[in-house]
T-cell receptor, first 114, second 111 residues
C-alpha cells in the first residue's frame, strides 16, 4: 500500500501563474478529498469526490480554483491565476465510501505564491 | 453547521506522564470521529476511528473515548514519550464523507 501520493511536494510560483497539484489516491478508495491548511484557518475542506464525481465543492474559495477527477486513480487541483493569499499546504485524502473507513492523507503540497 | 473545538491548544509534559486531549463538537448527529497525528511538514496520520455506536477505541498506549450526547471525545495517551510530540487533531464526520476538523493540540513531551 503506497498511501496517497501527492506531487509536487513544494511549488513556488509567481502571482498570476497557473498551478496544478496532483493526487493519486489509495487503490480501492472511492472517495477523494482536497484540503487546504493554513495557520490562520486550520484545515479546510475544498472539495470532495465520490466515484470520480464531485459531490460538494462548497469549500472552493473562488472560481480561480477548479478540481477534476478523470479516473479513479488521479485527481488534480488547479489554481488559475494564482495569488499570494493562496499560499498554503494542500492535502489530498482518500477513503472508502460507506461503513466507517478512516481518512488517509498524503504528505501535502506546500504552495508559495510570490 | 458543525463546529469542533480542541482544548488545550498546546500542552507540555515531562516524559512518562499520562495525559488527556479534549475534543468537543456542537452537532451530536455524527457518523464517526477520527483522531489524527501531524508531525511538522508532514501529512495527517490516522490514529483511531470511533464509530458513532462505539464508546471507545484502543491502540497501544492510545485510548479514545466518545460521548455523543455531550458532544465530547478524549484521547488518552499513557506513559508519554518524546516521540509522541506532534499536533493531534480530531475530525468529526456528520455524514459519510465530509469531516470537520478541530484546530489541534500541539503536544510537547520533554525528556
Amino acid at each position: 500500500d503506497a498511501g496517497v501520493i501527492q506531487s509536487p511536494r513544494h511549488e513556488v510560483t509567481e502571482m498570476g501563474q497557473e498551478v496544478t497539484l496532483r493526487c493519486k489516491p489509495i487503490s480501492g478508495h472511492n472517495s477523494l478529498f482536497w484540503y487546504r491548511q493554513t495557520m490562520m484557518r486550520g484545515l479546510e475542506l475544498l472539495i470532495y469526490f465520490n466515484n470520480n464525481v464531485p459531490i460538494d465543492d462548497s469549500g472552493m474559495p473562488e472560481d480561480r480554483f477548479s478540481a477534476k477527477m478523470p479516473n479513479a486513480s488521479f485527481s488534480t487541483l488547479k489554481i488559475q491565476p494564482s495569488e499570494p493569499r493562496d499560499s498554503a499546504v494542500y492535502f489530498c485524502a482518500s477513503s472508502r465510501t460507506g461503513g466507517n473507513s478512516p481518512l488517509h492523507f498524503g504528505n501535502g503540497t506546500r504552495l508559495t505564491v510570490t | 453547521k458543525q463546529e469542533v473545538t480542541q482544548i488545550p491548544a498546546a500542552l507540555s509534559v515531562p516524559e512518562g506522564e499520562n495525559l488527556v486531549l479534549n475534543c468537543s463538537f456542537t452537532d451530536s448527529a455524527i457518523y464517526n470521529l477520527q483522531w489524527f497525528r501531524q508531525d511538522p511538514g508532514k501529512g495527517l496520520t490516522s490514529l483511531l476511528l470511533i464509530q458513532s455506536s462505539q464508546r471507545e477505541q484502543t491502540s497501544g498506549r492510545l485510548n479514545a473515548s466518545l460521548d455523543k450526547s455531550s458532544g465530547r471525545s478524549t484521547l488518552y495517551i499513557a506513559a508519554s514519550q518524546p516521540g509522541d510530540s506532534a499536533t493531534y487533531l480530531c475530525a468529526v464526520n456528520t455524514n459519510a464523507g465530509k469531516s470537520t476538523f478541530g484546530d489541534g493540540t500541539t503536544l510537547t513531551v520533554k525528556p
